[in-house]
C-alpha cells in the first residue's frame, strides 16, 4: 500500500489578540490509498482545523506554522495559493457537517456543481450536464437530469448531503475530508448515508479522513482511529483495537459516555470537567486535570509511544498492546 | 469549524458587566477618543455662557462695524475672533457654542422622547399581542417605510417654528424606529419558554414588562439610541437649513450655516464653514461610539 | 406566483388608502387654509364664497369623500399659488428630480458596492480602512452642508463647476433633460454627487456587511474547498448571497434619495420636485403639499411591490413559498 497523503508535525496556529492559540499541534499521520481514517475529539480539539489546514483553507489571523502535507507526493506546506487552488477539488476534497449552509441557497444545483467542474475543467454545457447528471446518479438521486434545475431547498437534508458529495466526487480526488457530514442529518438517514459513502470510497478508490465527535459513527467507517484532544493526537490504532483495549484515558473517557457503554436504565457517564482553553493549556499532558490516573508525572508532555501498530501519548497507559497487536 | 474557546479570567472577584464593557470599549483606540470629544462638547455646550467671548443673542454687545469680520480680526470688543464673525457682527465663536447647546438640547430632548414613546409601544404591543399587536406593528412600519425628513419636514411645516415644534416632530419622526427594535427584542424573548410560564402564572405584568421583556431590550435600544440622536442633530439642522426649524432668536448651527450660504458666493467662507465642522465634529464623534458599542453587543461579529 | 403579486397588490391599495386619510387629515385639518387664499381686506361675503367654492364648509368626512373621489380620477386640485393644476405642476417639474436622483443612487450603488465588497474581502488592508473612514464621514456630514462645500469648492474656488440650475437641456418624448447635453452634465454633477454621497455611505456599509459574513460562511468555504478561485467565488456566490440586502435597501433608498433630494434641490435651485415642496411649505400652498405627500407615498408603495417582485426573482425560496428564518 502506497501512502496518498503523509502528514508530519503538523502544526496551525491562530494568532488572536488574547494570544497565541496552537490548534493543531504537531499532528502525524498517513493515509493509505483507498483508506478511511477517523479523526475523533470533542468540539475545540483542533480536529475540524487539522481538516481545513490540509486544503490550506486557514483564514487569518490563523496560518500553518510547522510541518508537512504530501499529498501524491507533492508537499501543499508553502504552496502557492494558486497551485493549492488546482489541487482543491481534484485531488483533495472536503464535505461539511451543515449542508443547508454548504449550498448557495440562491443557485440550482445544476449552477453549483458546473461552478465546482469549471474549476478544474474546460466542458461545453451539455457536457457539463452529462457529467452533473452522471455525479448526481451516482450518489442514489433520482430523475438526477430534472433535479438539475432544481434549489438546495427543494431537497431533504439527506439529499442535500448527497449533493455535496456528489460535488466532492467530481472529479475523482484521491483524498476526501469529511468533516461531521453525518451530525446535522436524522439518524435512519446518517447510517444510509455512511454505508453509501463507504461503497463509493471503494468504488473510486478514494481516501478519506472521517472527522466527527462520534466514536459510535466513526467505528462504523473507519479502519483506523486518532483520537485527538487539545490540539495534539493522543492515540491511534485501528478501529477494532481502540474501541476493544482503549490505551489513554481520554479514549476510555469517550467509549464510556457512549451510549451502548450503558446498561439501560444506568446513567450515562461522561468524562469529568471540560476541554480546557486553548489559550491557556496546563502544562503537561493536557488532559491530566480531567484524568482519573493523573499524578505528578503529567506535568511534562508524554512522548509518542508507538509499538504494535498503535501509538499513544500518556504516561500512564490503560493497557499496553503485545507486540503480535493482539491484547489479552 | 471549531475555534478556540473564548479566554475567561481569571477567578476571583466577578467584575462587574459595565467595568468589562468599559475595558473591552478602551480597547479601541479610536472609539476612546470620540468618546472624549463627545463629552467635551456636550461639556462646552452646557457651560457655553461662561465659556463664550460674548453673549451673541445680547444685541447691546453686537456692532455692525464688526460684522463680517474674518477669523482673527480684532473687533471693537477688544478681543480676537478666533473665528470671525457673522453678518451681524457676532463672534462667530460664541454663536458656535451656543448654536452647540441648543442642537445638543433639542437632539436630546427629541431622542429620549422618542426613545420612551417608541420603548413604550413596542414592548406593549409585543406584550398585549393580538389584533393590537398587529396594528401598532403596521403604522410603525409603514412610518419606517418613509424617510423621517420627509415626515419631519411637513411637521415642522405645519406646526411652525419654535422649539417645542421641532422636538415634537423630531420626535414623531424618529420613535419608530425605538418601537422596531424594541418590539423586535421583546417579541424574541416573549417567545421563551420561562415568559410564557410566567404569563401563565398569576404574576403580575409589570414584573413580566419590567424583569423580563425591557431589560431584553436595553441593549439594542441604546444602539438605536445613539444613532438617532447624530442623526437628529442632523434633521434639525437640515429643517433649520431651510428655515422650518427654529426661530431666527435662537440660532442653532443648522441656521448659522444657513446664514453664512448667502456670503459664501462672496467668498466669506468662514460663517458657513465653521459651524459646519463643528456639527460634524459632533456628528461623528457620536457616530463612532455608537458603532463601537454595536460592535460589542453583537455577538455575531465576535470572534 | 400569482397568488404572491394579487397578496402584495392588495396590500398596496390598503396602504395607499390609510396613507390618503392620514394625509389628509394631516394637513388639511391643521390650520385655515383660507387665509393663505383670500387678500386680508376681503369681506365677510367673500369669504364665505371663497370657503364654499374650497369644500371648506363640509364636514371632514366628506370634505376626504370628494377628496378621494377626485384623486382617484387623477385631480389633485389646484395650486393656491401657481393657480394652476397640481398634476401639470408637479409633473413638470418631475423630469429633473427623477432625473437627479437615479443617477444620484446609481453612482451610489455601484461604487458603494464596488468599494464595499473590496472592503469586506480584505478588512484589515489600509485601502479598506481608508474605505469605512470615507463611509463614517458620508454618515456623518449633513447633506446640505456637504453641497455648500461642493459649491464652495468647485464653483467659488475653482471655478470650474456651476453652482446651480439645470443648464441646457434636450427634450425626448416632450420631456426636457440635462444629461444629455454636455452643459447639462456639467450642471447636474455637483448636486448628484451631494445626493449620493450619503447613499454611497450606507451601500458601502451593507456590501461589507454582507460580503464579511458571506465570506466566513460554509457556502464560500465549500466553494474554495472545490477549488474554485477567489474571483469566481465573489462574483458567483458573494454577489448573489449579497444582493437581496442590496436590493432591498437600493429599492427603500430610492424613496428617501427623492426626499433628500428636497435638500440637495434647495440648494443647487434645481428646479425639481423638491424645490417646489419647499417653495409651497413655506407658503403652506396646501393642494401641493398634498400632492406630493400623496404621491410619494405611492411611489414608495410601488417601490415596495417592485422589491418584493424582484426578490421573488431572485430568491427561489420566497418564489416558492417558502419564507427561510
Redesign the interface.
Known sequence: MTAVLEVRDLRTEFFTAAGTVRAVNDVSFSLDEGEIIGLVGESGSGKSVTGFSLLGLIDAPGRITGGSVRLNGSELVGMSRGELRRRRGREIAMIFQDPIATLNPLLTIGQQMGLALSAHERLSPKATEDRCTEALERVGIPSARARLKSYPHEFSGGMRQRVAIAIALLHRPKVIVADEPTTALDVSIQAQIVTEMKMLAREFGVAMIWISHDLAVVSGIASRILVMYAGRIVETGTAAEVLRNPIHPYTRGLLDSMPHATRPGEMLRQIPGSMPSMLSLPPGCAFAPRCPRADAACTAVPELVQQGGRSWRCVHPLTQPDHEGATA | ????????PAPGKATPPIVLFWREFR?NRFATVALAVTLLLAFVALFAPFIAPQDPYNLQTLSLMDARRPPGHVGSGGYVHILGTDAQGRDLLSAILYGLRISIQISLAAGFIALTIGATVGVLAAYVGGWIESVIMRIVD?QL???A??LA??LS???GQGKAQLVTALVAAQYAYFARTAYGAATAERRKDYVEAALATPLSARRVIFRHLLPNCAPPLIVVATVQI?SSI?LE??LS????GLPVTEPSL?ML?SNG?AY??S?R?WI??YP?LM??LL??AI??VG?QIRDQLNPRLR? | MLAFIVQRALQAILVMAVMSVIVFVGVYAVGNPVDIVIPPDATIAMREEVIRRLGLDLPLWKQYGIFAWNLLHGDFGRSFVYNMPVLELIGGRLPATLELVLISILFATVVGVSLGIYAGVKPDSLLSKLIMGLSILGFSVPSFWVGLILILTFAVSLGILPAGGRGETVTVFGVPWSFLTLNGLSHIVLPALNLALFKLAMMIRLARAGTREAMLSDTVKFARAAGLSEATILRRHVLKLISIPIITVFGLELGSTLAFAVVTETIFSWPGVGKLIIDSITVLDRPVMVAYLVLTAFLFVMINFTVDLVFAAIDPRIRSGRQSA
Open positions: 469549524m471549531t475555534g478556540p474557546a473564548p479566554t475567561t480597547r409603514l417605510s418613509f424617510p425628513i420627509l419636514l411637513v411645516a405645519l406646526l447624530a442632523s439642522a437640515t437649513f431651510l428655515g422650518l443648522g450655516i450660504f459664501m458666493m467668498g467662507y458657513s464653514v459646519g456639527l460634524i456628528i461623528m457616530n463612532i458603532d470572534r
